[in-house]
């Protein structure tokens, strides 16, 4: 079993940047692939990007340039850098890391982005 603790959202403005943090309750060497999932006003779960454990990534269209997801292992910790952020960025981000043969899910971090 894993526990994912989501951390960084908040308020900011346009253009501004925020880091979001997910810190895994075991060693992330052992879960393959991790990844930061949102969820809009109104709208339905998407996928923001994913990581593997070999360090292979992939973003939506709508955050390629601006977001950049990493690892880091000695925090069992999986990091979202968000730039650049826009309005439509708004949402509660969950972490979501899949371990042997389950998925599970962090309780979210609400990310606002407004002047």
């Known amino acids: 079993q894993v526990q994912l603790v989501e951390s960084g959202g908040g308020l900011v403005q346009p253009g501004g940047s925020l880091r979001l943090s997910c810190v895994a309750s075991?060693?992330?060497?052992?879960?393959?692939?991790m990844g930061w999932f949102r969820q809009g006003p109104g709208k339905e779960r998407e996928l923001v990007a994913i990581i593997t454990s070999g360090g292979n990534t992939n973003y939506a269209d709508s955050v390629k340039g601006r977001f950049t997801i990493s690892r880091d292992y000695a925090k069992n910790t999986m990091n979202l850098q968000m730039n650049s952020l826009k309005a439509e960025d708004t949402g509660v981000y969950y972490c979501?890391?899949?371990?042997?043969?389950?998925?599970?899910w962090g309780q979210g971090t609400q990310v606002t982005v407004s002047s």
């Open positions: 979501k890391a899949h371990y042997q043969l389950y998925a599970y």
């Open positions: 075991r060693n992330i060497f052992s879960i393959n692939t």
